[in-house]
């Protein structure tokens, strides 16, 4: 006899007195949960299919459906939860790797949760941002260690090559092949319009995408897909990846069934052809090789564009830091280890690396105790949620944040951490055509539009507050943070006093 282990997970409840058996929901599930029996006359579900993204919850127009949790109950036991059981019993199955998308979901320690944001009362005026300026404006890239003036006294406008950014919120890597073209139109045009950055990610540019070449910063990944000389040129920045916080050590895979037609050409393989990017880059194994794929692409692109390298947070990202940031790049981009993924091993994704607040705490001091802090800018990502966790991450060290699930989220992602299977039913991680045109890129940009300045708006509000009125007085300016609940070497590693001090 066939034992199903599987039995689901979510229970699509249908309140049969609303139900007008509108068939919408059977239209809009891709995992074909939903369907009409001619037979029994009645609509039916299956449950087993629901990955629990509410798409049939937000369309139907009578407010019939409802997921829950399937409630079926394992015996008590805290070691073995219900989850790692399901998850012996798929491997016995399969004999494979188990795979997920989007960030570590397990209940480890969130630092933004555990601090606190300082404010000025009495003896240290407020700023209120309504009447008075604040400057977000913000520039990545490396800075002078002193300035030059000529002969008259004016200073020698011979910089390097930075970004200039209106907000210090840019938009993070995500590959056209692991999103749809609909999502990446709506990062793009969002990001034009608040005066920022969207980033390639590593699957190559889009034609549509060349023209807004200011507002772009293309990545160079150990795959090398879709990179070429006008691509290099295409950015405003260029990103070396060397690591991502959901999948430290190891490298990517965009299967074969989603590399059709455009995404194809842009990465420059074959159809069908699996698109794997090895876990290092084959040309580097020291800080020196390092140096010379930062100098490649300077030399290539007339050091004109600051070059960022993206690592993951590991145990010793401080010490990383130091050689990025003598290597020549100008911007370090550190990816913690709730960052998101579209497909990622899930041990790997839920068990190695470190959070983003300790590694960005650790790498900026070491920076500065190095007097090498103005080498570089840092950018801090992996699960930025909210303005207060850009303040915070500012605060300590940050010259500006990357974010990435909380824009898709903004686009209509339920965080269903299903986009590996590439039937995202919110258009987003999918290459299906009909999937595609759910998303109306319009849409998109104006509800990313929305959430950046809208958390801007905060940012400024908690600012005025602090009585800062410009993000680099804020930057590395810990004396604003404290921490609530927190261990000696946690406050330590993070250089903030703990509240009462
Ligand atoms: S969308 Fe709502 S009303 Fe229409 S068939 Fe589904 S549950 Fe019924
Ligand atoms: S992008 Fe789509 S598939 Fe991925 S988690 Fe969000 S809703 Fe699910």
């Not at 390097?160 to 045009?189: E, K, Q, T, W």
């Not at 470190?354 to 590694?359: G, T």
């Amino acid at each position: 006899m066939q034992i199903d282990y599987f039995y689901p997970e979510y229970e699509v409840v249908r309140n049969k007195e609303k139900c007008t058996r509108c068939g919408l929901c059977v239209s809009q599930c891709s995992n074909h949960v939903h369907s009409y029996s001619e037979e029994h006359r009645r609509m039916i579900t299956d449950d087993a299919k629901c990955v629990n993204c509410h798409r049939c919850v937000c369309v139907c127009p009578v407010g019939a459906l409802k997921i829950t949790g399937s409630n079926h109950q394992f015996k008590h036991n805290a070691n073995w939860s219900r989850r790692t059981i399901m998850e012996i019993y798929s491997q016995a199955e399969t004999g494979g790797v188990l795979l997920s998308s989007m960030g570590n979901p397990k209940d480890m320690p969130v630092y933004w949760d555990k601090i606190l944001i300082n404010a000025s009362q009495v003896t240290n005026p407020s700023i209120d941002p309504l009447r008075e300026p604040m400057e977000t404006k913000v520039f990545l890239g490396s800075k002078p260690a002193s300035i030059e003036r000529d002969e008259n006294g004016r200073i020698r406008n011979n910089l390097p090559p930075h970004i200039a950014l209106d907000v210090p919120i840019l938009f993070s890597a995500m590959s056209y092949g692991s999103i749809s073209l609909n999502a990446h139109a709506s990062l793009v045009h969002a990001a034009v319009d608040l005066g920022t950055c969207y980033n390639s990610g590593e699957g190559g540019l889009h034609d549509d995408f060349y023209r807004y070449s200011a507002n772009t910063i293309i990545q160079v990944a150990s795959g090398r897909f879709g990179v070429h000389k006008e691509y290099l040129e295409a950015g405003a920045a260029i990103e070396i990846k060397m690591g991502q916080g959901a999948k430290p050590g190891i490298g990517g895979h965009l299967p074969g069934n989603k590399i059709v037609g455009e995404i194809s050409k842009t990465r420059m393989i074959p159809e069908g052809s699996d698109a794997i990017s090895p876990a290092p880059h084959h040309d580097i194994y020291s800080i020196e090789d390092l140096r010379q794929l930062v100098y490649s692409l300077k030399e290539a692109t007339g050091y004109k564009k600051p070059i960022i390298v993206k690592v993951a947070a590991v145990h010793n990202i401080a010490s990383i830091a130091s050689g990025i940031a003598r290597s020549g790049a100008d911007i370090i981009a550190l990816d913690g280890f709730r960052g998101g993924t579209g497909a990622a091993p899930t041990r790997i994704r839920d068990n190695v690396g470190i959070p983003i607040e300790l590694a960005l705490a650790s790498v900026d001091e070491r920076l500065r105790q190095e007097g090498i802090r103005g080498n570089v800018s840092l950018i801090a990502g992996g699960s930025i949620r909210n303005s207060a966790d850009v303040v915070k991450a500012l605060a300590l060290g940050a010259d500006a944040v990357y974010i990435a699930t909380g824009a898709l989220v903004a686009l209509g992602c339920h965080l269903c951490r299903g986009c590996h299977s590439g039937t995202c039913n919110w258009g987003i991680a999918t290459q299906d055509p009909a999937l595609v045109s759910r998303l109306d890129p319009e849409e998109g940009r104006r509800r990313l539009v929305n959430l950046v300045s809208a958390w801007t708006h905060e940012i400024k509000e908690m600012m005025g507050g602090m009585g800062i009125n410009s993000i680099e007085a804020l930057t590395g300016n810990r004396l604003m943070l404290r921490g609530v609940g927190l261990n000696a070497k946690e406050l330590e590693v993070l250089g903030i006093m703990h509240a009462g001090e």
